[in-house]
């Protein structure tokens, strides 16, 4: 007989299915530039008839990530962008009506996915001033809770965890058995990373994407990593070829190309830094302490600047409800100092 999953027919999605190509593209945390057209060139001279064609293999470009990650290919798993990777970790630890304790606001598909699966998801909300008291996520674990899920750095609220912090979270974990899953997906805009608890204990991952300082996005790349034993878990999962050719073939040459993250590491903190200097200098209030994004408190409506921003000025951002003392605030995608020299331009004449 005919059947639908109610988790499914009851789940709420926006599906954003606007055309965005022709705008300065703020809103989504990409990078706005990309990455160098004769890097782009350089690359797609690698691409033969062959390579089209064929099933695209992935243990070349494992090796070569796990020696840029100073590990072995035991201890990942490649994916379809690191969402693929986060609802695979999901479905093989947590069950049916389990506990999944997570940061609010946050990347939206923790919770779609825990909705999805009839998983039970926990909330734990910021202070009003944008921190997160870690004291407020340890009371919430408790003896049944089957995950935990934190980001760092977080988005959109763009804070993080110190080694102290995230340690006597651990402790808990362990002690309660609870699976901890940490999404980096911003791990190069803020350097300080917990992979050392994956690639060393069980029932920890972390997962990472290519998508946003590496600048392939429109690739569709990710990876896991966790212990073997757990890694073989997230792997039973994956589609077979879940990871395409043409995004390997990219993150190869990024990771194997001299000075090519360093120059990318850099033009985003170069845009990063003119951005903050200029918002205090104008008084504006902002909140991110990493990631490549910021909150900016405006001095008017938010939705207004939105909605001005794309129709005047084809720049795309996004504006966030009740943040905390906030309010109201606009949220803007970091990248290099020429496009955040649009973005200031235009929210000094339409934010009065």
Same mark, same amino acid.
């Given at each position: 007989?005919?059947?639908?999953?109610?988790?499914?027919?009851?789940?709420?999605?926006?599906?954003?299915?606007?055309?965005?190509?022709?705008?300065?593209?703020?809103?989504?945390?990409?990078?706005?530039?990309?990455?160098?057209?004769?890097?782009?060139?350089?690359?797609?001279?690698?691409?033969?008839?062959?390579?089209?064609?064929?099933?695209?293999?992935?243990?070349?470009?494992?090796?070569?990530?796990?020696?840029?990650?100073?590990?072995?290919?035991?201890?990942?798993?490649?994916?379809?962008?690191?969402?693929?990777?986060?609802?695979?970790?999901?479905?093989?630890?947590?069950?049916?009506?389990?506990?999944?304790?997570?940061?609010?606001?946050?990347?939206?598909? @923790?919770?779609?996915?825990?909705?999805?699966?009839?998983?039970? @998801?926990? =909330?734990?909300?910021?202070?009003?001033?944008?921190?997160?008291?870690?004291?407020?996520?340890?009371?919430?674990?408790?003896?049944?809770?089957?995950?935990?899920?934190?980001?760092?750095?977080?988005?959109?609220?763009?804070?993080?965890?110190?080694?102290?912090?995230?340690?006597?979270?651990?402790?808990?974990?362990?002690?309660?058995?609870?699976?901890?899953?940490?999404?980096?997906?911003?791990?190069?805009?803020?350097?300080?990373?917990?992979?050392?608890?994956?690639?060393?204990?069980?029932?920890?991952?972390?997962?990472?994407?290519?998508?946003?300082?590496?600048?392939?996005?429109?690739?569709?790349?990710?990876?896991?990593?966790?212990?073997?034993?757990?890694?073989?878990?997230?792997?039973?999962?994956?589609?077979?070829?879940?990871?395409?050719?043409?995004?390997?073939?990219?993150?190869?040459?990024?990771?194997?190309?001299?000075?090519?993250?360093?120059?990318?590491?850099?033009?985003?903190?170069?845009?990063? =830094?003119?951005?903050?200097?200029?918002?205090?200098?104008?008084?504006?209030?902002?909140?991110?302490?990493?990631?490549?994004?910021?909150?900016?408190?405006?001095?008017?409506?938010?939705?207004?600047?939105?909605?001005?921003?794309?129709?005047?000025? =084809?720049?795309?951002?996004?504006?966030?409800?009740?943040?905390?003392?906030?309010?109201?605030?606009?949220?803007?995608?970091?990248?290099?100092?020429?496009?955040?020299?649009?973005?200031?331009?235009?929210?000094?004449?339409?934010?009065?």
């Amino acid at each position: 007989m005919y059947y639908l999953n109610e988790n499914i027919e009851n789940l709420v999605r926006i599906f954003d299915q606007n055309e965005r190509k022709d705008y300065l593209r703020l809103d989504l945390n990409e990078n706005p530039g990309g990455l160098p057209q004769e890097f782009i060139d350089s690359v797609l001279k690698k691409v033969t008839p062959q390579m089209v064609a064929q099933y695209p293999e992935t243990l070349h470009f494992t090796k070569i990530l796990a020696k840029h990650l100073e590990t072995d290919i035991d201890h990942l798993c490649l994916v379809n962008g690191s969402a693929e990777g986060i609802r695979y970790i999901i479905q093989a630890f947590t069950s049916v009506n389990g506990r999944i304790v997570g940061v609010v606001p946050s990347y939206f598909m @923790f919770q779609i996915y825990a909705e999805m699966y009839g998983r039970n @998801f926990v =909330k734990v909300t910021y202070e009003d001033n944008l921190t997160m008291d870690i004291n407020n996520i340890i009371s919430e674990l408790t003896s049944d809770t089957q995950m935990l899920i934190l980001l760092n750095p977080n988005n959109p609220m763009g804070n993080v965890y110190t080694e102290t912090e995230f340690e006597a979270i651990m402790s808990v974990c362990r002690k309660k058995e609870i699976t901890v899953l940490v999404d980096e997906a911003y791990h190069y805009f803020y350097p300080q990373s917990f992979i050392k608890y994956a690639l060393n204990e069980r029932h920890v991952f972390i997962t990472r994407t290519f998508s946003k300082l590496f600048s392939m996005a429109g690739c569709r790349l990710g990876y896991v990593v966790g212990h073997p034993d757990d890694i073989r878990m997230v792997q039973k999962y994956c589609t077979p070829h879940n990871t395409n050719a043409f995004a390997m073939l990219f993150a190869e040459a990024i990771l194997e190309t001299p000075g090519v993250l360093d120059t990318l590491i850099s033009s985003f903190q170069e845009g990063r =830094k003119y951005l903050i200097e200029e918002l205090d200098k104008c008084g504006y209030r902002h909140k991110g302490e990493a990631g490549n994004f910021l909150f900016i408190e405006p001095r008017t409506d938010a939705q207004r600047i939105v909605n001005r921003m794309k129709a005047e000025k =084809k720049i795309l951002i996004k504006s966030y409800p009740n943040v905390g003392e906030f309010g109201n605030c606009l949220r803007v995608s970091v990248g290099e100092k020429k496009y955040m020299q649009k973005f200031m331009e235009a929210l000094l004449e339409l934010d009065k």
